[in-house]
Antibody, heavy 119, light 110 residues
């Protein structure tokens, strides 16, 4: 059973950078899947942030692409997200997930981690 | 890239059927058979309910079904049960290697 676990600071300052890591267990990050970040502001809907493949290929949400960077670390079986130039609007629960290359659906999710942007 | 359009809320009584729509455009829902649906209970991660528009993962009740017509995908839940009360999100490929969620629908079981 694949399990994903987000980790990172729960509080970051405005104009700063959010850094999160998603550890993958029970499966290899080098498998034929995309690795995804999704966020959900409190009381609001889900937003696709972007995705990364084992090769390092990335696709980002056009509305966030100037502020987002994703990377993969095969040696640690994990992938990471950085979002810079933070504002209060970036306060959200951040989820990592695995997306099947066939069918495009998310089959495994982390439990989510709340990141608050505040001074 | 705009969010897919879903009704903000739907409701039904136990045993009834409800349908949640997810309207996109010819650039996303209408062009690809890559719509999936997720159920989210408060404080929990979303759960896959339907993929590729109509397919149900193993372990998901056959009371859940999906369909698509033109630019609109739909999720139907038959024989409503109290545990179906949750938020539901559609998700689709939007072309150019991007993906988009619907705004979400809150299902209330009366």
């Amino acid at each position: 059973q694949v399990q994903l676990q987000e980790s990172g600071p729960g509080l970051v300052k405005p104009s700063g950078t959010l850094s999160l890591t998603c550890g993958v267990s029970g499966g290899s990050i080098s498998s034929s899947n995309w690795w995804i970040w999704v966020r959900q502001p409190p009381g609001k809907g889900l937003e696709w942030i972007g995705e990364i493949y084992q090769s390092g290929n990335t696709n980002y949400n056009p509305s966030l692409t100037s502020r987002v960077t994703m990377s993969v670390d095969k040696s640690k079986n994990q992938f990471s997200l950085k979002v810079n130039s933070l504002t209060a609007a970036d306060t959200a629960v951040y989820y990592c997930a695995r997306r099947s290359t066939v069918g495009g659906f998310f089959d495994y999710w982390g439990q989510g981690t709340l990141v608050t942007v505040s001074s | 890239q705009s969010a897919l359009t879903q009704p903000a809320s739907v409701s039904g009584s136990p045993g009834q059927s409800i349908t949640i729509s997810c309207t996109g455009t010819s650039s996303d829902v209408g062009s690809y058979n890559l719509v999936s649906w997720y159920q989210q209970h408060p404080g929990k991660a979303p759960k896959l309910m339907i993929y590729e528009g109509t397919k149900r993962p193993s372990g998901v009740s056959n009371r859940f079904s999906g369909s698509k017509s033109g630019n609109t995908a739909s999720l139907t839940i038959s024989g409503l049960q109290a545990e179906d009360e949750a938020d539901y999100y559609c998700y689709s490929y939007a072309g150019s290697s991007t993906w988009v969620f619907g705004g979400g629908t809150k299902l209330t079981v009366l």
